[in-house]
């Protein structure tokens, strides 16, 4: 039974993960990709088979969201995911992940004197408090399938919002758009 409970656990800060970068739109992106690679030669894709954190062989539901996700954005590209089976130009490997954070937060206290409230004066007291917070990390690969090379890396780092989580669908989704809005190729042609 605990370990049924761990897994689930460990389900749901995963899939906060992937939802935290949606949320805000502040979150950074930041893609790279090799300038060597003949991005002209790529016109199929599928999916590295992921792991689930328990170590089980089943697709969560973040791994259906995810690969929903790429998949439009690989299709609307003009891209075409290769059947189960199939050798495809290129292999999409992700990741996501949650670490719990704090941070310590300082911000000076108004004075009362006498009557009355006098504004906040650096040699006045100072209100210090620590904030816990989730920061996630969703990382999308492309790689090539026939060289085993990475051509491709999107990044997105930011703080869990509680929104994202409550409905992660979206949160997903505007995610991975973002990342690839920075992806500068098509199918079938290069730079």
Known sequence: MFKRIKGIAMAATVLAGASLVAGCASNPVSTDYDNSAD???YRSFNFVAQQSAEGEQYQS???KRL???ITNEMQSRGYSLAAAGTAADLSVDYHAHVEEKQKVVSS???VHWGRGWYDPW???NNNVRTVD???GTLIINLVDTANKQMVWQGTMQGTVKRSSIENPGPAVADAVARMFSEYP???GSGN
Do not use: N
């Open 108 to 110: 000076p206290e108004p």
């Open 39 to 41: 991005f002209a030669k």
């Open 122 to 124: 650096p040699a006045y």
């Open 67 to 69: 690969e929903a996700s």
């Open 61 to 63: 539901l973040l791994d």
């Open 133 to 135: 917070y989730k920061q």
């Open 185 to 187: 190729f098509k199918a």
